[in-house]
């Protein structure tokens, strides 16, 4: 697996260096917002890195909801699971997994999760369209999906695209991918934010009575890590 390999060596220095507190955090937030689990529900996180969404999560959904993060990662998984012990957190399960391959209907038991989430994942991911198909189809009817990624900033913000790139080379994100057109494209009541010169894209909606089953890949069975 190529691009987790990526965070291999990094893992451990990924909240310092991935540029949060300035400029990755707030989409984060308007995402957790826009969301709005409430307390008792489930939240599916994907490609969860190191656990950067957790606390925001938790603030919403209380000791009895409930965070089942995957990843493909286990570096970046070790990260996130010292973040759940150091806060006590005894609500979140971490899945060590390809979500372009993970049989994610395995992980939502009964009517599946309230809300599902990917934050500056889904560009590594290929098959991001697939994904998020996935993502929409193991969240039960009116339950919400966030995704938040990176496109090339626009207008005066142009003079920033090669820091931009830059960034997104580092991670091993594809910046012309655009995987939030995936939740404009498939939910109902999408809301839209741009921010950071319209380099970060933040797309919720809801999940519509008629929305198609995933017709998946060839699912492999979950590994729960913690
Ligand atoms: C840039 S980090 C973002 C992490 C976290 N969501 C955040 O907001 O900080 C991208 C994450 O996606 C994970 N990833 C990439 N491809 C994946 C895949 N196919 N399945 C699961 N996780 C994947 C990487 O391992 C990495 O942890």
Known sequence: ???????????????????????????????????????????????????????????????????????????????????????????????????STLDMASLGKGNGFDAALSTYALSLMPSWSQVVSTMISVTRVGGRIAVVDMQRPRGWAAVWTPLARLACWLGGSDIDAHPWTAVE???????????????????????????????GYPPTTPTPTA
Do not use: K
């Open 1 to 99: 697996m190529r691009r987790p390999a990526r965070y291999r060596y990094s893992a451990r220095f990924y909240d310092l260096i991935s540029a949060e507190w300035p400029v990755y955090r707030a989409s984060r937030l308007a995402a957790v917002d826009l969301l709005a689990p409430r307390p008792g529900q489930r939240v599916l996180d994907v490609g969860c890195g190191t656990g950067l969404n957790f606390a925001y999560l938790q603030r919403r959904i209380g000791p009895t909801g409930s965070i089942t993060a995957v990843d493909a990662s286990p570096q970046m998984l070790q990260q996130a699971r010292r973040r759940t012990r150091s806060q006590g957190w005894d609500n979140v399960q971490l899945i060590e997994a390809d979500a």
């Open 185 to 215: 494209s498939s939910l109902a009541d999408v809301h839209a934010v741009s921010l950071r010169g319209a380099h970060i894209q933040v797309r919720t909606g809801s999940v519509p009575e008629d929305h198609p089953p995933s017709s």
